[in-house]
């Protein structure tokens, strides 16, 4: 997608067009063979992981608590101070298959929600082939109540390649009946490996409806249309339609909204689409498969190129879907329709000089970072240059990690970080 960016003479914010300036393929953490290694948490919405029924609003704020990747915690309704009466549980689709070694949740807190109030025992199991097949037992845990300056973690204790885990939560760290406090709980992280997935080609491209006013024209819906790793659509609810345009990063499309909130959307394999939207809310959105097609203007005509209308309003552009490969700065060639909106749209101004930025997440040193941005940022000016946009007019710059747009706290932040920005000489 495109989201201007304020310069120093106008202040206006919008949403255009998108794609995603990525790590390359399973390169979630770009660290640097240097630097000391940085996991990712594979239980995150921001790694393509996703609750697979949300039957009620406990459901909601398990899943909630244990994807958001934030480590805050939440307060389970209707879960008195004695615990759940009966286990709870939540299943859970990983976008490919993975093994796990470990499994951790963050510090309790001192003082007001977690200082006994936690549930008490976590059990993880896992399964490789259905959501409602067999599944192994990977690790069993007690949460202790007075640990405060450090994650707990637990080794697994069995291994297997899976791609759906049950989530069991039981007891509560210390039941009282006369403590006003409901059960909590934080933050569930998994750490391992995990293969890397591709989006198959097309694989957005569809029609989904996310429920309210049936299937037909003025049913709420999802329409999107996958070019490389650029997608770009409509949403349709309450009979407003308007646009949507993102990057496909890893196998996951992501969005940054207006207001600088990214959104994650994933096929699952139901063929529904899963989408979150992560920050304030972690809102949910389930599109099933099916229903009219909504009035769409990116999908019936070119569209306004979202690149060029940041330009003309002396904004600058960030653009995602520019990929690369692992620790490179090899362009990818899914990352041609994204790099093709960035060249029309300088070709229609020629003579307009940009700086073509690249910014990445904060995983790995700042040296590290600074140094791949620019090499990234050069790929994308020598790109354009052998397809005839005077060289004069485009300046490489690498920012790395120093101007992030969303947190670098959690998988989603991050790779809302990981972007191109094309800023005008205005």
């Not at 000391?36 to 697979?52: E, Q, T």
């Not at 510090?107 to 929600?113: A, T």
């Not at 090899?330 to 300088?346: G, N, T």
Request: with cysteine; hydrophobic share 35%; proline share 6%.
């Amino acid at each position: 997608m495109t989201l201007l960016r304020p310069t120093a003479t106008t202040a206006t914010t919008a949403l255009f067009t998108a794609a995603f300036l990525s790590a390359g393929t399973g390169d979630l953490l770009a660290a640097a063979p240097q630097d000391a290694p940085v996991r990712a948490d594979l239980i995150d919405y921001g790694s393509g992981a996703f609750p697979l029924d949300v039957e009620d609003r406990l459901h909601a704020e398990i899943a909630r608590s244990v994807l958001d990747g934030i480590g805050g915690y939440v307060t389970l309704p209707g879960i008195e101070s004695e615990g759940p009466e009966t286990p709870l549980q939540l299943v859970v689709e990983l976008p490919a298959t993975t093994t796990f070694t470990s499994f951790a949740v963050p510090p309790m807190s001192r003082f007001g929600c977690c200082n006994g109030t936690h549930i008490r025992t976590v059990t993880v199991e896992g399964s490789a082939s259905a959501p409602d097949g067999e599944y192994e037992q990977l690790v069993r845990f007690d949460i202790e109540a007075e640990v405060y300056d450090a994650d707990q973690e637990f080794p697994a204790t069995a291994t297997p390649g899976v791609r759906w885990l049950r989530i069991t939560l039981e007891g509560r760290q210390v039941p009282d009946p006369d403590d006003y406090r409901r059960t909590t709980f934080t933050d569930l992280m998994g750490y391992g490996e995990q293969a890397p997935r591709e989006a198959e080609s097309g694989e957005f491209t569809g029609i989904f409806l996310t429920g309210g006013g049936g299937s037909g024209p003025g049913g709420n819906r999802i329409e999107l249309l996958q070019e490389g790793a650029l997608v770009r659509g409509c949403v349709q609810a309450g009979g407003a339609v308007r646009r949507i345009e993102g990057g496909i990063e890893n196998g996951i499309l992501k969005v940054l909204a207006g207001d600088g909130i990214p959104s994650l959307y994933l096929i699952d394999s139901r063929g529904r689409l899963l989408g979150v939207e992560v920050g304030r809310s972690y809102g949910r959105t389930v599109g099933e498969p099916g229903g009219d097609p909504t009035d769409c203007e990116p999908l019936t005509s070119e569209g306004e190129n979202g690149v060029g209308v940041a330009l003309d309003a002396c904004e600058s552009a960030v653009v995602y879907g520019v990929n690369f490969d692992v620790d490179s700065d090899v362009l990818r060639p899914d990352s041609d329709p994204a790099l093709e909106q960035i060249l029309a749209a300088l070709e229609a101004r020629p003579d307009l000089a940009v700086t073509i930025e690249g910014h990445t997440d904060s995983d790995a040193s700042d040296a590290y970072n600074l140094d791949l941005s620019q090499r990234r940022a050069a790929s994308v000016v020598a790109w354009l240059v052998e397809r005839g946009v005077d060289t004069g007019r485009l300046t490489p710059l690498g920012v790395g990690e120093s101007q992030p747009i969303a947190d670098n706290e959690t998988a989603a932040g991050k790779a809302a970080n990981r972007r191109v920005e094309v800023r005008p000489d205005c």
